[in-house]
């Protein structure tokens, strides 16, 4: 079952599971506007593409709820977003 990861793991932006995020084949979440544009549809771990993250019906969120563990890598095209 796909894991519904609840934040982007580039700008740290929470991604309910509504949300428009973008995943790969590993499951690496991203927002819509990092996905897109900091990556260029690409991810950085694998080199793979996103694709729209699919919305699990709210009826089945409270039996299969999304994750709350939040997950973060430091990528190079992040930084900027992480500056203090």
């Known amino acids: ?3 519904l990861k609840p934040n ?4 740290d932006k929470d ?5 428009d995020a973008r995943v790969c084949s590993f499951e690496c979440t ?12 690409t ?8 694709v729209p993250r699919p919305i699990r019906p709210a009826r089945l969120l409270e039996k299969f709820p999304a994750s709350t563990e939040r997950f973060n890598k430091d990528h190079p095209e992040c930084s900027h977003l992480h500056a203090s």
């Open 15 to 19: 991604l309910p599971p509504t949300a």
């Open 43 to 50: 991810c950085p771990n694998c080199g793979g593409n996103f």
């Open 1 to 3: 079952m796909l894991t």
């Open 8 to 11: 982007c793991e580039c700008c």
């Open 30 to 41: 991203f927002c819509a506007d990092c996905g897109d544009t900091v990556f260029a549809n």
